[in-house]
């Protein structure tokens, strides 16, 4: 799987569950939005999938909820490629 394929299937699937997330967190889609940086109307856009997640703010989003129990261990039930991402940060960042 190519650099581009990868991020368009873990962005697919980040969206689909954005919502889930979110609500795992107790954020209204203004509350996200305001942690992310994002506008309300882009969380909006990009749960009702018509905007694509750009690939900062998917790496972004993967940051917080990895830093709550909760959404972390959901993240690990969802089809996002967590060993070819960890593969292509260690390319990236020579760790």
Known sequence: ???EELFDISIQVLTRNLPVLRKILGLTQVEFADIVG???QTVVNIENE???MKRTTF???MYLFS???KTA???ETIDIPYKELKKWLELKTRV
Do not use: D
Request: glycine share 0%; net charge positive; charged share 20%.
């Open 38 to 40: 994002l506008s309300r």
């Open 73 to 75: 261990v959901f993240l």
């Open 59 to 61: 790496m972004a989003i």
């Open 50 to 52: 018509n905007q694509k």
């Open 67 to 69: 830093l709550n129990r």
């Open 1 to 3: 799987m190519n650099e």
